[in-house]
Every structure is written in C-alpha cells, then in structure tokens.
C-alpha cells in the first residue's frame, strides 16, 4: 500500500500560479511512475503530466504543455507540479497517483495502482 498526500490546491485568478505536492511518507518515488491527472464535474479523469523512475523522463498533456512542470525532491519524498498561467478550464480536482508500470511513463489512469484523495484548484476569470 502506497500513501499519497496532495495539498496546494486554492483558489487562483486567470494567469496566476499555484504548486500542488504530493508527499508519498516512507516511500521513494524512484520506485514508481508517477502521474498527475484531474476531474472536471461531469467529466472524466484526464491526465496531466507523468514522470519516470529515474525523474528524467517527462511528458505532458497538449493543454498543459509549456504551462506545466511535474517535479521531484527525493529527500522529502514529494513530488511537485507547478502550474503557471492558469486558466478556467484547468479547474478541477487534480490527483497524484502512481503505477507499478515498467514503462517509462504511463497516460492511462487504468494503469495506476495508488491514488491520493484529490486537491481541489478552482481558477476564477
């Protein structure tokens, strides 16, 4: 069993930032890909970034791409997305999650084991 914590989300204006984290306490990330998704009401869970192993490895959804940065810190255990020029459409519940996958990076929610509760980002415009 792997615990995720998120926290960060809030409330933000159009083009403003935020930085959600997501703690796994105990365990190394190095073991896992790991991946950022996001609900919208009414419609399916979506993903966001995901990231490797290794941490060198990175890929991004269209939407986010270039607005987006999915990140680590080792020692604490955390892994980041900072999130930059937010728009109305990027309001959601955002989940971290991660999968036991032995690829390099995963895009499905099928293929994530362990999911934290969800932090909620509401951007106002």
């Known amino acids: 069993q792997v615990q995720l914590v998120e926290s960060g989300g809030g409330l933000v204006q159009a083009g403003g930032s935020l930085r959600l984290s997501c703690a796994a306490p105990g365990r190394s990330f190095s073991n896992y890909v790991v991946g950022w998704f996001r609900q919208a009401p009414g419609k399916e869970r979506e993903f966001v970034a995901t990231?490797?192993?290794?941490?060198?490895?990175?890929y991004y959804a269209d939407s986010v791409k270039d607005r987006f940065t999915i990140s680590r810190d080792n020692a604490k255990n955390t892994v980041y997305l900072q999130m930059i020029s937010l728009k109305s459409e990027d309001t959601a519940v955002y989940y971290c999650?991660?999968?036991?996958?032995?690829?390099?990076?995963?895009?499905?929610?099928?293929?994530?084991?362990?999911w934290g509760q969800g932090t909620q980002v509401t951007v106002s415009s």
């Open positions: 990231m490797s192993r290794s941490g060198t490895n990175t």
């Open positions: 999650a991660v999968s036991l996958t032995t690829g390099v990076w995963a895009t499905s929610p099928n293929t994530y084991t362990y």
